[in-house]
Every structure is written in structure tokens, then in C-alpha cells.
């Protein structure tokens, strides 16, 4: 099961997320990532991005709890949805490669699911729908998009709301 965590920074901690990098790291070499990396907002850290795929809500539950900054109190809060693969590849696999800076674009709705098959699939870094825990509910739209118009990656009006992130690829290199 595929899921997407956003753990979003509290005000002032960025000296704490520095200490634990390593250990943040090591944390995620424990897991089959399909794509991960630092949110920031006009330059500034606002948090981290992972898609993970995990045998289980509960797992999911644990990998975004258990993580070591989110312990030591540096995130104010945590976004966590199923999420489905629709590209079906890694962010490692994106043809256009890690250089560069992209987006982390989360639309929110109910209802009729909007724009399962994606658009613009050369930006697309990583592409799928949220989901309630069992899969069945769409709850909305996320994706990583390498884009001069990252929120064009979603059908305008569609939503009840939409979020844009610059996002970095993440993790080791």
C-alpha cells in the first residue's frame, strides 16, 4: 500500500531537524521510498515529503510517527493519505533526473474523483490520487511536478482547496 506523509515544520525548528538529519536519513533507509524530499516556502524549510509504500495503514501509521524529528517535536503536524502510484515508477526514475527544483502540489476534494489520468506527464515527477485508508474514497490529487505552473497540473475548480510547495528531491545522493 502506497501512502503519502507530509510532515509539516513548527515555527523555530530548524536547529533540531539539523541535528537529526543523520538519523532522519537512516530512518528512511529503512523503507521502500518512491519519492521523498524537503517542502520549502519563499526559501524556507516548511517540511518533508515522503511516499512510501508499506503492507498497511497501521505501518504507515508508524512510519510517519515513529519517524526521529517528528518524536523530537519538529513537526506541528502530519498529513498522512493513501495515495496510488499512477506513474508507476520512482522519483529516481524521472526521465528529466534529480537537478533542479520542483513542486509538491496537494489538491483536497470529495466526491467524484478529479484527474486520475494525469495531464502533462513530461513535468511529472510523481503523480496520484489521496485516498481514505481502505482505498475506496478519493480525497483528492498529489503531485511532484517539475513545472513553471506546478497548480495547472490540476483541474481548476475541481477542488476545495489546493496547496503548492516547492519541493527538492531528497534523501542521499
Known amino acids: 500500500m502506497?501512502?503519502?506523509?507530509h510532515h509539516r515544520d513548527r515555527p523555530g525548528s530548524m536547529p533540531l531537524r539539523q541535528r537529526l538529519l543523520e538519523?532522519?536519513?537512516s530512518y528512511m533507509d529503512r523503507f521502500e521510498l518512491i519519492?521523498?524530499?524537503p517542502t520549502f516556502s519563499g526559501g524556507v524549510l516548511t517540511g518533508s515529503v515522503h511516499v512510501v509504500d508499506v503492507p498497511s495503514a497501521a505501518a504507515a501509521r508508524a512510519f510517519a510517527f515513529d519517524?526521529?524529528?517528528y518524536q523530537a517535536g519538529a513537526y506541528r503536524d502530519v498529513l498522512l493519505r493513501r495515495w496510488r502510484?499512477?506513474?508507476g515508477r520512482t522519483m529516481w526514475d524521472f526521465p528529466g533526473g534529480r537537478e533542479g527544483g520542483g513542486h509538491l502540489v496537494l489538491g483536497f476534494g470529495e466526491g467524484e474523483p478529479a484527474d486520475l489520468v494525469p495531464r502533462r506527464v513530461d513535468e511529472l515527477v510523481a503523480y496520484g490520487p489521496l485516498l481514505s485508508d481502505d482505498g475506496v474514497a478519493w480525497l483528492g490529487t498529489a503531485a511532484l511536478v517539475r513545472s513553471d505552473d506546478p497548480g495547472g497540473v490540476l483541474t481548476?475548480?475541481?477542488y476545495?482547496?489546493?496547496e503548492v510547495y516547492e519541493w527538492e528531491f531528497g534523501g542521499r545522493r
Do not use: T
Open 67 to 69: 519517524e526521529p524529528c
Open 156 to 158: 481548476a475548480g475541481r
Open 23 to 25: 538519523e532522519h536519513w
Open 2 to 5: 502506497e501512502f503519502l506523509c
Open 35 to 37: 519519492a521523498r524530499g
Open 85 to 87: 502510484n499512477v506513474l
Open 160 to 162: 476545495d482547496a489546493v
